[in-house]
Protein backbone atom coordinates (compact mmCIF):
# COMPACT_ATOMS: atom_id res chain seq x y z
CA UNK A 1 0.00 0.00 0.00
CA UNK A 2 1.32 3.46 -0.85
CA UNK A 3 -0.13 6.54 1.12
CA UNK A 4 -3.50 7.45 1.64
CA UNK A 5 -5.08 8.07 -1.81
CA UNK A 6 -7.98 7.08 -3.41
CA UNK A 7 -7.66 5.87 -6.79
CA UNK A 8 -10.37 7.62 -9.10
CA UNK A 9 -11.38 5.96 -12.37
CA UNK A 10 -13.99 8.48 -14.19
CA UNK A 11 -16.10 5.72 -16.77
CA UNK A 12 -19.59 7.00 -16.28
CA UNK A 13 -19.79 8.66 -20.02
CA UNK A 14 -22.51 7.60 -22.62
CA UNK A 15 -20.12 7.24 -25.65
CA UNK A 16 -22.52 8.60 -27.64
CA UNK A 17 -20.55 8.92 -30.75
CA UNK A 18 -19.69 5.27 -31.00
CA UNK A 19 -23.45 4.21 -30.40
CA UNK A 20 -22.64 1.61 -27.71
CA UNK A 21 -20.30 1.57 -24.56
CA UNK A 22 -16.99 2.13 -25.10
CA UNK A 23 -16.08 0.53 -21.61
CA UNK A 24 -17.12 -2.93 -22.57
CA UNK A 25 -15.29 -2.69 -26.17
CA UNK A 26 -12.94 -5.75 -26.32
CA UNK A 27 -9.27 -4.85 -26.10
CA UNK A 28 -6.61 -7.44 -25.06
CA UNK A 29 -9.15 -9.57 -24.55
CA UNK A 30 -11.03 -7.72 -21.84
CA UNK A 31 -13.40 -4.79 -21.49
CA UNK A 32 -11.66 -1.68 -22.50
CA UNK A 33 -12.40 -0.18 -18.43
CA UNK A 34 -10.68 -3.46 -16.89
CA UNK A 35 -7.46 -1.77 -17.99
CA UNK A 36 -8.07 1.24 -16.62
CA UNK A 37 -8.91 -0.58 -12.90
CA UNK A 38 -6.37 -2.92 -13.51
CA UNK A 39 -3.48 -0.08 -13.44
CA UNK A 40 -5.29 1.50 -10.20
CA UNK A 41 -5.18 -1.78 -8.79
CA UNK A 42 -1.40 -3.15 -9.48
CA UNK A 43 -0.70 0.66 -8.12
CA UNK A 44 -0.76 0.02 -4.42
CA UNK A 45 -3.27 2.02 -3.46
CA UNK A 46 -5.28 1.32 -0.70
CA UNK A 47 -9.16 2.57 -2.05
CA UNK A 48 -10.13 2.62 -5.74
CA UNK A 49 -13.13 4.57 -6.74
CA UNK A 50 -14.54 3.69 -10.09
CA UNK A 51 -17.53 5.87 -11.49
CA UNK A 52 -19.96 4.35 -13.55
CA UNK A 53 -23.16 6.22 -14.67
CA UNK A 54 -24.71 5.08 -18.60
CA UNK A 55 -25.13 0.94 -18.31
CA UNK A 56 -23.79 1.10 -14.96
CA UNK A 57 -25.46 -2.09 -14.40
CA UNK A 58 -24.45 -3.95 -17.16
CA UNK A 59 -20.61 -2.43 -16.96
CA UNK A 60 -20.15 -3.51 -13.35
CA UNK A 61 -21.14 -7.01 -14.22
CA UNK A 62 -18.59 -6.87 -17.09
CA UNK A 63 -15.70 -5.73 -15.19
CA UNK A 64 -13.69 -7.72 -12.03
CA UNK A 65 -12.64 -5.49 -8.90
CA UNK A 66 -10.59 -6.66 -6.18
CA UNK A 67 -10.82 -5.94 -2.78
CA UNK A 68 -10.48 -2.20 -1.64
CA UNK A 69 -12.19 -1.57 -5.22
CA UNK A 70 -15.86 -0.09 -5.27
CA UNK A 71 -17.83 1.18 -7.79
CA UNK A 72 -20.54 4.28 -7.29
CA UNK A 73 -22.87 5.49 -9.79
CA UNK A 74 -23.25 8.99 -11.01
CA UNK A 75 -26.98 9.66 -12.34
CA UNK A 76 -25.95 13.08 -13.48
CA UNK A 77 -23.28 12.16 -15.58
CA UNK A 78 -24.62 13.42 -18.62
CA UNK A 79 -24.19 17.00 -17.27
CA UNK A 80 -20.41 16.60 -17.60
CA UNK A 81 -17.49 14.86 -16.45
CA UNK A 82 -17.32 17.08 -13.40
CA UNK A 83 -20.13 15.11 -12.27
CA UNK A 84 -18.46 12.09 -12.04
CA UNK A 85 -14.90 13.65 -10.66
CA UNK A 86 -17.55 14.98 -8.15
CA UNK A 87 -19.21 11.82 -7.50
CA UNK A 88 -15.52 9.84 -7.01
CA UNK A 89 -14.31 12.50 -4.77
CA UNK A 90 -17.77 12.54 -2.96
CA UNK A 91 -17.15 8.33 -2.22
CA UNK A 92 -13.12 8.82 -1.07
CA UNK A 93 -12.14 7.26 2.01
CA UNK A 94 -12.28 9.80 4.72
CA UNK A 95 -8.69 8.96 5.56
CA UNK A 96 -7.23 9.47 1.98
CA UNK A 97 -5.34 12.72 1.54
CA UNK A 98 -5.69 12.88 -1.74
CA UNK A 99 -6.86 11.40 -5.55
CA UNK A 100 -5.39 10.51 -8.22
CA UNK A 101 -7.51 10.48 -11.60
CA UNK A 102 -7.63 8.57 -14.93
CA UNK A 103 -9.71 8.06 -17.60
CA UNK A 104 -11.27 4.61 -18.10
CA UNK A 105 -10.70 4.93 -21.79
CA UNK A 106 -6.71 5.43 -21.72
CA UNK A 107 -5.84 1.50 -21.66
CA UNK A 108 -2.22 2.77 -21.82
CA UNK A 109 -1.96 3.99 -18.73
CA UNK A 110 -0.59 1.45 -16.80
CA UNK A 111 0.60 0.92 -12.33
CA UNK A 112 3.78 2.08 -12.76
CA UNK A 113 2.49 5.39 -13.92
CA UNK A 114 -0.18 5.58 -11.03
CA UNK A 115 2.30 4.65 -7.97
CA UNK A 116 4.98 6.87 -10.03
CA UNK A 117 2.91 10.23 -9.79
CA UNK A 118 1.92 9.21 -6.27
CA UNK A 119 5.26 8.39 -4.73
CA UNK A 120 5.98 12.26 -6.09
CA UNK A 121 3.32 13.41 -4.38
CA UNK A 122 4.19 11.71 -1.00
CA UNK A 123 8.44 13.31 -1.80
CA UNK A 124 7.37 16.63 -2.39
CA UNK A 125 4.20 17.74 -0.80
CA UNK A 126 2.21 19.29 -4.14
CA UNK A 127 -1.00 20.10 -4.21
CA UNK A 128 -1.39 18.78 -7.79
CA UNK A 129 1.13 16.03 -9.32
CA UNK A 130 0.52 15.22 -12.94
CA UNK A 131 1.82 13.12 -15.88
CA UNK A 132 3.23 14.81 -19.03
CA UNK A 133 4.15 12.96 -21.92
CA UNK A 134 7.29 14.72 -24.17
CA UNK A 135 6.17 17.68 -22.20
CA UNK A 136 2.35 17.28 -22.82
CA UNK A 137 0.41 16.81 -19.02
CA UNK A 138 -2.41 14.25 -19.32
CA UNK A 139 -3.42 11.99 -16.85
CA UNK A 140 -2.78 10.55 -14.27
CA UNK A 141 -3.25 13.24 -12.02
CA UNK A 142 -3.44 13.80 -8.08
CA UNK A 143 -4.99 16.17 -6.21
CA UNK A 144 -4.48 17.01 -2.50
CA UNK A 145 -7.79 16.73 -0.75
CA UNK A 146 -7.29 21.07 0.01
CA UNK A 147 -8.38 21.46 -3.23
CA UNK A 148 -11.41 19.09 -3.03
CA UNK A 149 -13.91 21.88 -2.49
CA UNK A 150 -13.06 23.75 -5.44
CA UNK A 151 -13.24 20.48 -7.30
CA UNK A 152 -16.62 19.74 -6.49
CA UNK A 153 -17.62 23.37 -7.47
CA UNK A 154 -16.75 22.33 -11.23
CA UNK A 155 -19.56 22.62 -13.85
CA UNK A 156 -19.54 21.09 -17.38
CA UNK A 157 -17.33 18.96 -19.27
CA UNK A 158 -13.89 20.68 -18.63
CA UNK A 159 -12.69 18.18 -15.78
CA UNK A 160 -10.04 19.77 -13.16
CA UNK A 161 -8.45 21.87 -16.74
CA UNK A 162 -9.69 25.43 -15.45
CA UNK A 163 -8.18 24.77 -12.46
CA UNK A 164 -4.97 23.89 -13.12
CA UNK A 165 -4.99 26.55 -15.65
CA UNK A 166 -5.72 29.03 -13.20
CA UNK A 167 -3.45 27.72 -10.69
CA UNK A 168 -0.04 26.08 -12.33
CA UNK A 169 2.14 27.15 -9.49
CA UNK A 170 0.29 24.41 -7.58
CA UNK A 171 1.42 21.63 -10.38
CA UNK A 172 4.34 19.46 -10.61
CA UNK A 173 5.50 17.38 -13.33
CA UNK A 174 6.53 14.26 -13.89
CA UNK A 175 7.53 13.44 -16.91
CA UNK A 176 7.24 9.70 -18.48
CA UNK A 177 8.07 10.36 -22.73
CA UNK A 178 6.71 9.21 -25.35
CA UNK A 179 3.11 9.82 -27.02
CA UNK A 180 0.77 10.55 -24.28
CA UNK A 181 -1.87 8.37 -23.73
CA UNK A 182 -4.84 8.86 -25.96
CA UNK A 183 -8.81 8.38 -25.14
CA UNK A 184 -11.18 6.61 -27.51
CA UNK A 185 -14.13 8.61 -28.07
CA UNK A 186 -15.04 7.61 -32.07
CA UNK A 187 -14.52 4.55 -34.06
CA UNK A 188 -11.35 5.82 -35.62
CA UNK A 189 -9.94 5.92 -32.02
CA UNK A 190 -10.63 2.83 -31.79
CA UNK A 191 -9.02 1.01 -35.02
CA UNK A 192 -5.98 2.69 -34.22
CA UNK A 193 -6.33 1.57 -30.63
CA UNK A 194 -6.95 -2.13 -32.05
CA UNK A 195 -4.84 -1.70 -35.34
CA UNK A 196 -7.66 -3.19 -37.63
CA UNK A 197 -10.95 -1.83 -39.26
CA UNK A 198 -13.76 -2.16 -37.14
CA UNK A 199 -17.56 -1.59 -38.11
CA UNK A 200 -20.00 -0.49 -35.31
CA UNK A 201 -22.11 -2.79 -33.73
CA UNK A 202 -19.44 -5.08 -34.12
Known sequence: MIGRVTGIVLAAGSSSR???P?????FQGRPL??????AMEKSGLFDIVVVLGHRAADIAEA???GPGTRTVVNEDYAQGQATSLRAGLGAA???SDAAVVILGDQPAINGLMVRTVVETYLGTGAKVVQAAFSGKPNHPTLFDRELWPELQAIEGDQ????????HPEWVVRVEFGG????DLDNWEDYERLTGQRQTPGE
Open 18 to 20: LGQ
Open 179 to 182: EPPS
Open 159 to 166: GAREVLRK
Open 63 to 65: VQI
Open 33 to 38: LQHAID
Open 22 to 26: KQLLE
Open 93 to 95: GEN
